[in-house]
């Protein structure tokens, strides 16, 4: 290890690493705990962004996390400050997003004595993270450093989480730097697998090239991996239909004659159907979520199943594969694709899927996504709203969403033609999540439209961070589609609970959402007839100085179809009425 005779305390060295590490925002609160870290950032080259909440800060580094590829950073102090750092590390550890949580901890000599502000953090955060760690010392910090981004960003990504007590960061020690040899060496047990086995890959491409229903099933460890071009060269190759889950969209053009869009329990029609009735699943960074499979033993019944995945613990942890593949999402579907190319050239044929292609497209054409048109006197059609919106967006903008009816209406109705221009709360389902992580994003690509789209009940979560947006100058777009409701607890309500409505209206009247954006410093703009969407869209996109809020009155009683209710076989899909009696062209 190469040493210097520089001394410095703990909170300096931990404030160099981060900059050793390329960091160049960090989000966060400050506190007793962790107030030495917050001096040095005075003489740092990393930018703090201020947030009302510590929770806020999490998902900011989320944000960023997910439209650069970088690991988001978070920083605050300690006990409740902590605990409020939780949902988002759950948030990022389900949805595998690089993320490095930093929380002060009491002094050392005072750990264990229920100390003001104590709290077993590495205890509550050991199930939400890859990786956790109490430093016990100043000389730990730096090696401590490295082994986070290292274990955050490679293998399968994900949040570590560093606890550093305040005499640690304030104590002195002696600079230095750990080498990649000495990382590498300080976790022996940690080597992830990059490349597919090769008789594994060979058997992958024997499958594939004998499939006659194929479909590739593609997962968010796609994007993770920057798999977007070879995706594209395996499936134009191959002529195989792709469906791309929530947290991959993007990753595929929606555009693309071969894209059968999102799968599931709120997934398109073809997609969904084109799984059940496939004979072959190509998995590439996918993981049977329960909202994809719906009644795991009815899940497509006749299929084979090739799984590609970094993380060795998702092999049959679900679905058991007929061909597991561990490795890098990329880098297996670099070596399937040579693999076809050399079967190929020995003589073998892939089989004619013309016909089961034909069949596919017979279902995109009977069903499309679609809904009714306006009533008069009720509110917009949200689905309108959004379709507005893309069309007057280009391929670059970014997409956050909350979570909620709207989240699936956005992943339907919005065109992913890029990678890395969606951002949402997939695994977690976590409320609130939109208006931080659209902050987050911008400060990660600042020359990005970044458009937020939240429900009421989301928004009122966290759009207190409405005023870190304003104060730090980071503006954001926001398409709040108000329905008064939590609307997909209402949507289940209504199916599911014989209309019984217990707890789910929120409000007609309160809160006034372009008053409060107003007081946060936003542009605040109401929408309630179609006529005017167009224009509030046009001149929300001509502010670029400041936040703007778009609140748009939307059809409460306005549902997602298609839905697969829960626990059901995704054969019992309920597609909008309309369609209902195209249903036997199902089977």
């Not at 050392?108 to 760690?133: L, M, P, W, Y």
């Not at 997409?399 to 339907?412: D, E, F, T």
């Given at each position: 290890m190469s040493t210097a005779s520089t001394r410095m305390t703990g909170a300096q060295a931990l404030i160099k690493a981060l900059e050793m590490e390329q960091v160049d925002t960090i989000f966060g609160l400050p506190g007793g705990c962790i107030l030495p870290a917050y001096d040095p950032l005075l003489e740092s080259s990393i930018r703090h962004v201020l947030v009302r909440h510590e929770q806020g800060a999490g998902h900011m580094a989320e944000g960023y996390a997910h439209v650069t590829g970088r690991p988001g950073v978070a920083m605050v102090t300690s006990g409740p400050a902590a605990t409020n750092l939780v949902t988002p590390l759950m948030d990022a550890y389900m949805d595998s997003i690089p993320m490095?949580?930093?929380?002060?901890?009491?002094?050392?000599?005072?750990?264990?004595?229920?100390?003001?502000?104590?709290?077993?953090?590495?205890?509550?955060?050991?199930?939400?993270?890859?990786?956790?760690?109490?430093?016990?010392?100043?000389?730990?910090?730096?090696?401590?450093?490295?082994?986070?981004?290292?274990?955050?960003?490679?293998?399968?990504?994900?949040?570590?989480l560093l606890d550093l007590p305040k005499d640690v960061l304030q104590n002195e020690m002696t600079w230095h730097w750990p080498t990649d040899d000495e990382v590498a060496g300080s976790l022996p047990g940690y080597r992830p697998t990059m490349k597919g086995h090769p008789r594994m890959i060979k058997e992958a491409a024997r499958m594939i090239l004998a499939a006659e229903r194929p479909v590739l099933y593609v997962g968010g460890g796609m994007l993770k991996a920057r798999a977007a071009e070879i995706l594209r060269e395996l499936a134009e190759m191959t002529g195989i239909n792709v469906v791309t889950t929530l947290m991959a969209r993007g990753v595929f053009p929606d555009d693309h004659e071969l894209c059968l869009g999102m799968p599931g329990m709120h997934g398109t029609i073809a997609a969904t159907t084109a799984m059940q009735r496939a004979d072959l699943l190509i998995a590439l960074g996918a993981r049977f979520d329960d909202r994809i499979t719906g009644r795991l033993d009815a899940f497509a019944p006749d299929a084979k199943i090739i799984h590609v995945d970094i993380d060795p613990a998702e092999q049959g942890k679900v679905r058991r594969p007929d061909v597991p593949i561990v490795g890098d999402c990329r880098l297996v579907t670099e070596e399937i694709v040579q693999a076809i190319r050399d079967l190929t050239a020995s003589g073998i044929e892939q089989a004619d899927i013309t016909a089961w292609k034909s069949r596919v497209s017979g279902w995109q054409e009977i069903f499309p996504l679609t809904y009714d048109e306006a009533s008069p006197g009720a509110g917009l059609k949200p689905q309108?709203?959004?379709?507005?919106?893309?069309?007057?967006?280009?391929?670059?903008?970014?997409?956050?969403?909350?979570?909620?009816?709207?989240?699936?209406?956005?992943?339907?109705?919005?065109?992913?033609?890029?990678?890395?221009s969606w951002v949402n709360s997939g695994g977690l389902g976590t409320m609130g999540f939109s208006i931080p992580a659209a902050i987050g994003a911008k400060a990660g690509r600042p020359d990005a439209t970044v458009w937020a789209v939240d429900g009421d009940g989301c928004f009122q979560m966290t759009a207190q961070e409405l005023v870190t947006a304003t104060v730090e100058r980071i503006p954001v777009k926001v398409a709040l589609l108000n329905n008064s409701y939590l609307g997909m607890v209402r949507q289940w309500q209504e199916m599911f609970y014989d209309e019984r409505y217990s707890e789910v209206y929120l409000s007609t009247e309160t809160p006034d959402y372009v008053k409060w954006a107003e007081s946060m410093g936003c542009v605040g703009i109401r929408v309630e007839s179609p006529e005017e969407v167009g224009p509030a869209i046009e001149k929300a996109n001509s502010i670029n100085d400041r936040s703007v809020v778009v609140e748009f009155r939307t059809d409460s009683e306005e549902k997602v179809f298609p839905m697969v209710p829960a626990g059901v076989s995704n054969d019992e899909v309920l597609v909008h009425p309309s369609q209902e009696q195209f249903r036997a062209q199902l089977g």
């Open positions: 490095v949580g930093i929380t002060g901890q009491v002094g050392t000599s005072a750990i264990g004595s229920d100390a003001f502000q104590e709290c077993d953090t590495v205890g509550i955060t050991r199930s939400c993270t890859k990786h956790n760690e109490l430093v016990m010392t100043p000389d730990d910090i730096p090696l401590a450093v490295r082994q986070a981004f290292h274990l955050a960003t490679t293998g399968r990504p994900g949040p570590v309108y709203c959004l379709e507005e919106l893309r069309a007057a967006s280009t391929d670059e903008t970014i997409l956050v969403s909350g979570v909620g009816q709207h989240q699936m209406w956005a992943s339907l109705h919005w065109k992913f033609n890029q990678p890395y």
